[in-house]
Nanobody, 125 residues
């Protein structure tokens, strides 16, 4: 069992940067691919980024245009999402997730086993 707790969300202005953190419990953190998804009101949950067990592979949603960076610290059991040049359309609840997707399925929420409660990110124009 893995528990995930996100933090770092908040209200920012367009163009600002924000870093989300996700702390994981347990001793098996480095056995999981970690991901970030987001869900805006009235929309489906969408893939943001994923990082492999030891950070050798990262995947991003094409729509992000290189503005976000995912990273992890296995010694601290933490995964990060650095977000820059934020836009109002980035407003959503951001969820941290852990699982064992293949490299071609890391964008599919059904491939993940554990989810955090989410942290709200609001970007004002």
């Amino acid at each position: 069992q893995v528990q995930l707790i996100e933090s770092g969300g908040g209200l920012v202005q367009a163009g600002d940067s924000l870093r989300l953190s996700c702390a994981a419990s347990g001793r098996t953190f480095n056995t999981y691919t970690m991901g970030w998804f987001r869900q805006a009101p009235g929309k489906e949950r969408e893939f943001v980024a994923a990082i492999s067990r030891f950070g050798g592979r990262t995947d991003y949603a094409d729509s992000l245009e290189g503005r976000f960076t995912i990273s992890r610290d296995n010694a601290k059991n933490v995964v990060y999402l650095q977000m820059s040049s934020l836009k109002p359309e980035d407003t959503a609840v951001y969820y941290c997730t852990a699982g064992s997707p293949t490299s071609s399925s890391s964008h599919l929420p059904g491939r993940y086993d554990y989810w955090g409660q989410g942290t709200q990110v609001t970007v004002s124009s």
